[in-house]
Nanobody, 122 residues
């Protein structure tokens, strides 16, 4: 089992940048595929990015070229570098973990953090 905690959210102007962190406690962090998802008020949880067991990243089209994920297994931490932020990026960002393959489907993930709020002003 793994516990996840996000940090790094905040208020930023459009065009700005933020770095989100997801720190995991528990064993075998490196054995989990991980994902980032976001949820805006009144909307469903939306896929942002995911990293497979082999270290391959996939991104939603809406963030491709602007967001970059990374992972440091020695620190049990995953990151999301967000550049060129837009007001439509405003949401609560969650990290998630799964023992199975990485996926764009949030239902594939058994473990979730509480989320961190990202607000982008125009």
């Amino acid at each position: 089992q793994v516990q996840l905690e996000e940090s790094g959210g905040g208020l930023v102007q459009a065009g700005g940048s933020l770095i989100l962190s997801c720190t995991a406690s528990g064993r075998s962090f490196s054995s989990y595929a991980m994902g980032w998802f976001r949820q805006a008020p009144g909307k469903e949880r939306e896929f942002v990015a995911a990293i497979s067991w082999t270290g391959d990243w996939t991104y939603a089209d809406s963030v491709k070229g602007r967001f970059t994920g990374s992972r440091d297994n020695a620190k049990n931490t995953m990151y999301l570098q967000m550049n060129s932020l837009k007001p439509e990026d405003t949401a609560v960002y969650h990290c998630a973990a799964t023992r199975g393959p990485s996926s764009r489907d949030p239902r594939a993930y058994a473990y979730w953090g509480q989320g961190t709020q990202v607000t982008v002003s125009s």
